[in-house]
């Protein structure tokens, strides 16, 4: 049997820009993707502690240590930047290996969303 549990997530991070002329995605500071361990293009879903929003998109990366969280084309006009959000990927595992998995979790300063 296979579950899905959660792999990377960093917790409480403020959106810095809305960009709705753009093709679509999450651009996240690529240090704080390594951290997280997640990679370009991968799924990932976002929660807006601000207005309840959740939604799914993929990851590009940004300028590293630049504190950069873009939400780009329709996810855009789901957050407004000074929302706190959270982003989460997911990874389909063996139930016995879910059992001893443990994700890659990243809190970093909220006010300037780099590594603490």
């Not at 296979?2 to 960009?19: C, D, G, L």
């Not at 690529?30 to 293009?41: D, F, K």
Request: proline letters at 5%; hydrophobic letters at 45%; one cysteine or more.
């Amino acid at each position: 049997m296979y579950v899905e549990v959660v792999k990377s997530k960093i917790h409480r991070v403020t959106v810095t820009e809305a960009n709705l002329n753009y093709i679509g995605s999450i651009t996240i500071d690529s240090a704080l993707m390594e951290a997280a361990n997640l990679i370009p293009g991968e799924k990932v879903a976002i929660v807006d502690n601000n207005n309840g929003e959740r939604f799914e998109t993929y990851v590009i990366p940004g300028e590293p240590h630049s504190g950069m969280i873009c939400l780009n084309g329709a996810a855009a006009r789901k957050v407004q930047p000074g929302d706190i959000v959270i982003i989460m990927s997911y990874a389909w595992m063996d139930f016995e290996e879910a059992k001893h998995f443990k994700p890659a979790v990243v809190f970093p300063d909220t006010a300037t969303n780099r590594l603490i």
